[in-house]
């Protein structure tokens, strides 16, 4: 049995990969199983789409994976907490559980709309919190320089 921590491990290279890439360092992992089953880390400069967030490609792929659309018996991973278009991904495909790295006061689902999740979502907060804020305030600083 892995740990959420080590999960999000994962989802901090994904997220360091993005960094590199010159996008937000997001990135995300969904587990089912104690198996990784969908990766993403934020594309939305590379694919020049708006969309293409870490979570949704996470979902994407994992969806892909299982020939089904529900994640009910996931987890997703992301180092950063998502925005309202993701938070309602992961309503519509019915995540079991989330855990969040960094909140994000500005743009995360939880200041705009608390209650987007799914009823039967469980969510686990700030693993890794100190890791991935650090991720995104030296992308941040570095691009202000």
């Known amino acids: 049995m892995f740990s959420d921590e080590y999960f999000m ?6 997220a360091e990969e993005a960094a590199e890439a010159g996008e937000i360092p997001v990135g995300a992992v969904v587990v089912c199983r104690n198996r990784i089953i969908g990766k993403g880390r934020n594309q939305t400069e590379e694919l020049n789409d708006v969309t293409a967030h870490a979570e949704i490609l996470a979902i994407t792929a994992a969806t892909q994976y299982l020939g ?4 009910s018996d996931c987890t997703l991973y992301v180092t950063l907490e998502p925005c309202v278009m993701c938070a ?3 309503f519509w495909a019915q ?3 989330l855990v969040v790295g960094a909140s994000d006061p500005k743009r995360g689902y939880s200041r705009i709309q608390p209650s987007i999740l799914h009823p039967k979502t469980r969510l686990e907060t700030s693993v890794l919190a100190n890791e991935s804020q650090e ?3 030296k992308f941040f ?3 202000r320089t």
Do not use: D, N, P
């Open 9 to 14: 491990e994962i989802a901090l290279s994904l």
């Open 68 to 71: 089904g659309k529900y994640l």
């Open 135 to 137: 991720l995104l305030t």
């Open 95 to 97: 995540i079991g559980r």
């Open 141 to 143: 600083r570095r691009l």
């Open 88 to 90: 309602g991904a992961l």
